[in-house]
């Protein structure tokens, strides 16, 4: 059984361009989390979907951040226009359902802006 | 608000030797769980260990083990026979029923020293 398979590991990106970031759940779980963690700091919430459906976008900035999760494939996190200040690592986690329920994580996407 | 503290940022000490790692939180919710999660430079997010609200019983896994005083609002990490692939970022984390997003500390970065 496969775990949380995100992709890619790296991604560098210039300002201004898009990024995409993808994260395949366990299977089996149809929760999905993302996380973003700043260098030195701990993990922050940002969004929580089930399929087709966003449930908490509270930790997500307003502007120009997006994500979502199919029917079919991977959930995808957009950052549109991207900024220095955006270079991070960003985790995806999922779960079989929500509630109390251990969040698996995936090793992450590290975020490079130029 | 949810909120989580890890007082010590960094911490070392010799390979086989017992060390325990600090968290306090703040919340007025009586159904939640707390984790522990390990780092390691690979960036990886591993479960080490979690605790339900309710039960009184400490949670151990193996070499890991927690003391859990639900009234201080404490939630400490001991590390018995502490070997070189214990070093880690060590995140605390907590989540509460009806709201699935983890809360995180700073985490705690521990050396082993051989």
């Known amino acids: 059984n496969a775990g949380v398979m995100q992709n890619p590991r790296h991604l560098v990106r210039r300002r201004g361009q898009e990024a995409r970031l993808r994260c395949s759940p366990m299977k089996g779980h149809s929760h999905v989390y993302w996380y973003r963690q700043l260098p030195e700091e701990g993990l922050k919430f940002m969004v929580y979907l089930q399929k087709e459906n966003i449930i908490d976008e509270s930790g997500m900035p307003k502007e120009r951040f997006s994500a979502e999760f199919p029917k079919e494939g991977p959930s995808i996190l957009r950052i549109q226009q991207v900024v220095r200040g955006d270079s991070a690592a960003y985790f995806c986690?999922?779960?079989?359902?929500?509630?109390?329920?251990?969040?698996?994580f995936g090793a992450g996407t590290r975020l490079s802006v130029l | 608000a949810q909120t989580v503290t890890q007082s010590q940022p960094e911490m070392s000490v010799q390979e086989a030797e017992t060390v325990t790692l600090s968290c306090t939180y703040d919340t007025s919710e009586n159904n939640y769980y707390l984790f522990w999660y390990k780092q390691p430079p690979s960036r990886q997010m591993i479960l080490v260990i979690r605790q339900e609200a309710y039960k009184q019983q400490n949670a151990t896994e193996n070499r890991f083990s927690v003391n859990f005083q639900k009234a201080a609002k404490s939630f400490s990490l001991k590390i018995s026979d502490s070997q070189l692939g214990d070093t880690a970022m060590y995140f605390c984390?907590?989540?509460?029923?009806?709201?699935?997003?983890?809360?995180f500390g700073t985490g705690t970065r521990l050396t082993i020293i051989p």
């Open positions: 984390a907590f989540l509460y029923f009806g709201n699935e997003k983890l809360t």
């Open positions: 986690a999922s779960s079989p359902s929500g509630g109390l329920n251990i969040q698996y």
